[in-house]
């Protein structure tokens, strides 16, 4: 093994990955006793447009793992900058999660958040082991876009908020498809 690789401890794997910012999604699911689950992620990514499909990666250490292996559905709602509250509230352990949280159930019975500022009804196209985790993938059913707002930002273990960066290209982005 090269030095690097006997460096790649938990610890700065972890500060590695944390350079990379990302949203925020609340990934819900419906489990076969009807109650509901729900997991703040920052694994949630778009992957395809033609089929549209997306992903995302539940811990096997999740209390709602099993769901993620199994249920044909799930939804991503993609958290505004004020969903720092809910972010919280869908990071911590335990059951009852969609109590009290403003939402309303997909075609498919999966929770969707309101007030997210977008949100996705997803079939489950494929699953596969990815160590600790899980990855899914997902083909969107039905989405929504409510409103224009600006997204809750994770970075370096860190909510953050997004700022602009001058002399974006939005035509050239256009192109290419993003
Ligand atoms: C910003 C943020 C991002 C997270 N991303 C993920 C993720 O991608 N996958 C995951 O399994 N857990 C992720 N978590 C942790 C889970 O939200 C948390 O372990 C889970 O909600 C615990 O609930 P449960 O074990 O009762 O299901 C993240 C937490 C936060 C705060």
């Given amino acids: 093994m090269s030095d690097s690789a006997q460096g790649l401890t938990p610890q700065r794997l972890r500060h590695a990955f944390g350079t990379f910012a990302t949203g925020i999604a609340v990934i819900g699911a419906r489990a076969a006793d009807g109650s509901l689950v ?28 099993d769901v993620y292996n199994t249920a044909r559905h799930f939804s991503a709602s993609v ?16 059951t009852g999660k969609w ?13 969707l958040l309101e007030g997210a500022l977008a949100t996705f009804e997803c079939e489950v196209e494929v699953r596969h082991d ?6 899914v993938l997902g083909r969107v059913l039905r989405l929504e876009v409510p409103e224009e707002a600006d997204p809750l930002v994770f970075f370096r273990s860190y909510y953050r908020e ?17």
Avoid at 40 to 64: E, H, I, K, Q
Avoid at 84 to 94: C, I, K, Q, W, Y
Avoid at 99 to 111: L, S
């Fill in 162 to 178: 997004l700022a602009p960066v001058g002399g974006a290209d939005y035509a050239t982005f256009l192109e290419w498809g993003l």
């Fill in 99 to 111: 109590q009290g949280v403003k939402h309303r159930i997909g075609e498919t019975g999966v929770p």
């Fill in 79 to 94: 958290l505004r900058r004020d969903g720092r509250a809910v972010s919280e509230r869908f990071a911590r352990t335990g």
């Fill in 38 to 65: 729900g997991t703040t992620v920052n694994s949630f990514s778009s992957v395809s447009l033609a089929p549209p499909l997306v992903m995302f990666c539940p811990a096997r250490a999740l209390g709602a793992f």
């Fill in 130 to 135: 990815a160590g600790d985790h899980l990855l």
